[in-house]
């Protein structure tokens, strides 16, 4: 399975972004995708998750209602939308996936497959 991440880039506190990322060598009919972030001299930490069978959503506390995951139109492919972005939303953001759905769907080691990655800078 691989994973691709984009649509990174260099914004302005209060503006917007969407993060596509899409999967190839599997369909995701019951698995769970997910992005996590990771800032400078931080750890990466969870932001939100898609399960892939119902399309229920979890979202980290500090999302606060701004970020929403949602399935794209392209197949096994999900949508972050993030809005009224924050400088302390400047992170490499990553997409990951697992095969089933976990109630540990906000830890890392719980994911099989990563993308690379795609960094989003906002300035203030």
């Known amino acids: 399975v691989q994973l691709q991440a984009f649509g990174g880039g260099l914004v302005q506190a209060g503006d917007s972004l969407r993060l596509s990322c899409a999967a190839s060598?599997?369909?995701?009919?019951?698995?769970?995708m997910a992005w996590f972030r990771q800032a400078p001299g931080k750890e990466r930490e969870f932001v939100a998750a898609?399960?892939?069978?119902?399309?229920?959503?979890f979202y980290a506390d500090f999302v606060k209602g701004r970020f929403t995951i949602s399935r794209a139109d392209a197949k096994d492919t999900v949508n972050l939308q993030m809005d009224t972005l924050e400088p302390e939303d400047t992170a490499i953001y990553f997409c990951?996936?697992?095969?089933?759905?976990?109630?540990?769907?906000?830890?890392?080691?719980?994911?099989?497959?990563w993308g690379q990655g795609t960094l989003v800078t906002v300035s203030s």
């Open positions: 898609l399960r892939w069978s119902d399309g229920s959503t």
């Open positions: 060598g599997r369909t995701f009919s019951s698995g769970t």
């Open positions: 990951a996936a697992r095969p089933s759905y976990s109630h540990s769907y906000y830890q890392a080691p719980s994911y099989s497959w």
